[in-house]
């Protein structure tokens, strides 16, 4: 998971624990963050992970010359065999 995915779910757990400490004591009436909103913060966090990796590998090889995207997918195959 890439360090932005982390650092949300951390921080939306935390809230909805807050959340629910601060209902229970009565010192608010609504939850700071709703089960929907942290549904979609952890759903985002997923994709972004997803996204990422995938999304870089097809920059640099479209970025890349004839002999370095030759270089690269040479690389690339020899770690996916390890």
Known sequence: MNGRGAVEMVVAAVVIKLSDKLINSQ???EPLLTQDQFSALICMAFITTIIA???LKWIVK???THDENA???SLWEKSKKV
Request: net charge positive; hydrophobic share 35%; aromatic share 8%.
């Open 53 to 55: 990796p995938l999304s």
């Open 71 to 73: 270089q690269f997918c």
């Open 27 to 29: 010192t608010i009436s």
């Open 62 to 64: 479209k970025a890349c």
